[in-house]
């Protein structure tokens, strides 16, 4: 069953017409990374204090289903997708705003990823199995102030992490095998898979500068200075991606959701995990 649901994944993702660009050819994302973490994983209960005790485990979010019945195992099904080629090259070469190509991805691209939450819970459902997907959930709901900043009662990044699929960055991104710039999501069943194996100990092993301090590239290429080597300030980032950025770019691309991500491009980790001081040039790609 592991198998036939990433491989029902990743043919939805290339065959919906969800998936392509509003303006010129090509696809949002290309071929999506999916993984698996226990539903009964510690790491979960530990995001209550990693992240704060209104993040809910993912046996608590089956409670939150109608005609709940009592779940003790189970499966959260995360994928990443990665953003294309051609989109991460237009958001290189911009500075203060992102590219049209980057802002329709994060506009249409995220609409494509709840067309694939609602296809994840459809094909277990249709195999007799609950499954939900917590973004689309009435019970989600973002909390602006926390000790941490804005956060939420449902973190996609971190459920990849738990799925294997990555380690965090210096910017508070997802460091996938397929680079930084993506878009991740997933789904909660009581279908029972066999987790996907995290690579290492350490959560942010794939970011250079944690590695070795020889990166810190996307610093310099934050337009709102919300980065530095203390990290990510999420109230200067956020008030930059809802309050500045719409108003220069928003009516001229015709998007309402629009995400800057020049701190995803025109990096080592833009589209794969960097191998070390001996860096690739911003912007590599995996083999």
Same mark, same amino acid.
């Given at each position: 069953?592991?198998?036939?649901?990433?491989?029902e994944i990743?043919r939805?993702a290339?065959?919906s017409?969800?998936?392509?660009c509003?303006?010129g050819e090509?696809r949002? !994302? $290309?071929?999506?990374?999916?993984?698996?973490?226990?539903?009964a994983?510690?790491?979960?209960?530990?995001?209550? #204090?990693?992240?704060?005790?209104?993040h809910?485990?993912?046996?608590?979010?089956?409670?939150?289903?109608p $005609?709940?019945?009592?779940?003790?195992q189970?499966?959260?099904?995360?994928w990443?997708?990665?953003i294309?080629r051609?989109t991460?090259e237009?958001n290189?070469?911009?500075h203060?705003?992102?590219s049209?190509?980057?802002a329709?991805?994060?506009?249409?691209?995220?609409?494509?990823?709840? !067309?694939?939450?609602?296809?994840v819970?459809?094909?277990?459902?249709?195999r007799?199995?609950r499954?939900?997907?917590?973004?689309?959930s009435?019970?989600?709901r973002r909390?602006?102030?926390?000790?941490?900043?804005?956060?939420s009662?449902w973190?996609?990044?971190h459920?990849?992490?738990?799925?294997g699929?990555?380690?965090?960055?210096?910017? $508070?991104?997802?460091?996938?095998?397929?680079?930084i710039?993506?878009?991740?999501?997933?789904?909660?069943?009581?279908l029972v898979?066999?987790?996907?194996k995290?690579?290492?100990? $350490?959560?942010?092993g794939n970011?250079?500068y !944690?590695r070795?301090?020889?990166?810190?590239?996307?610093?310099d290429?934050?337009?709102?200075?919300?980065?530095?080597? *203390?990290g990510h300030? #999420?109230?200067?980032?956020?008030q930059y991606?809802h309050?500045d950025?719409p108003r220069?770019v928003?009516?001229r691309?015709q998007v309402?959701?629009i995400?800057c *991500?020049l701190c995803q491009?025109?990096v080592?980790?833009?589209?794969?995990?960097?191998?070390?001081?001996?860096?690739?040039?911003?912007?590599?790609?995996?083999?």
């Open positions: 069953m592991q198998r036939e649901v990433r491989d990743v939805f290339l065959a017409p969800e998936n392509r509003r303006e090509g949002y !994302f $290309d071929e999506p990374l999916v993984g698996f973490a226990s539903a994983d510690p790491l979960f209960t530990e995001y209550k #204090k990693v992240i704060g005790p209104f809910r485990t993912p046996l608590e979010w089956m409670a939150t289903e $005609d709940a019945q009592a779940v003790l189970g499966t959260v099904i995360c990443i997708l990665p294309t051609k991460r237009s290189r070469r911009e203060a705003w992102p049209r190509e980057w329709h991805t994060r506009n249409y691209g995220e609409k494509f990823n709840n !067309f694939v939450r609602q296809h819970v459809a094909f277990l459902s249709g007799g199995h499954a939900l997907a917590p973004q689309l009435p019970a989600w909390i602006d102030d926390t000790p941490k900043g804005i956060a009662t973190s996609e990044r459920a990849a992490y738990a799925a699929l990555g380690t965090f960055s210096l910017n $508070d991104g997802l460091i996938t095998e397929r680079g710039a993506h878009r991740c999501g997933s789904v909660i069943t009581d898979l066999s987790p996907t995290r690579s290492g100990a $350490d959560p942010r970011c250079l !944690f070795d301090g020889s990166c810190g590239i996307c610093i290429r934050c337009p709102a200075g919300a980065l530095s080597r *203390g300030d #999420k109230p200067k980032c956020r991606l309050g950025i220069a928003g009516e691309f309402s959701e995400g *991500g491009t025109m080592p980790c833009e589209g794969m995990i960097p191998r070390g001081k001996e860096q690739p040039t911003p912007g590599g790609d995996s083999p």
